[in-house]
């Protein structure tokens, strides 16, 4: 397991609706069963609340799971349609996730994911989104 800096920009939203998101924060890279798995808290996604977010990554396939003020288990895989819950204080719904483009570029030290997937409630749109993460292995530790 690799200590390492994570620097994510997201983007969601539909047309003039649309919100970037860019911070960065330390976790943990780690590899099993050929999959990558990179781990953190934030509380950029949730004013201020914390929630640890587990992304693995294993053949341009990225299952990203939420837990805290959040939860969610969503699977982006290009070309597919998952389903996903998503719960938070306030309630909780299913959802549709729409793989557009999916790229890991990983190693045992950091690399890039890429993801551009749709959001749908019943095959409605609800957002696109576009996440970067750049992962960089930290030094002195």
Do not use: H
């Not at 719960?87 to 890039?112: H, Q, R």
């Amino acid at each position: 397991m690799k200590n390492v800096m994570i620097k994510i920009k997201g983007t969601q939203g539909q047309g003039a609706d649309t919100q970037v998101i860019e911070f960065s924060t330390e976790g943990t890279l780690k590899t099993e069963d050929e999959a990558f798995i990179l781990a953190y808290s934030d509380a950029a996604i949730a004013e201020g609340a914390k929630v640890d977010t587990v992304l693995t990554a294993k053949n341009n396939c990225v299952t990203l799971e939420r837990s805290g003020a959040l939860n969610s288990k969503m699977i982006i895989e290009k070309g597919v349609r998952s389903s996903c819950f998503y719960s938070v204080p306030e309630g909780s719904l299913t959802l549709g996730i729409y793989g557009k483009e999916v790229y890991a570029k990983l190693n045992g030290s950091g690399g890039k994911i890429k993801m551009v997937y749709t959001i749908d409630a019943d095959m409605r749109p609800i957002s696109e989104n576009a996440v970067e993460i750049d992962i960089t292995e930290r030094q002195g530790i």
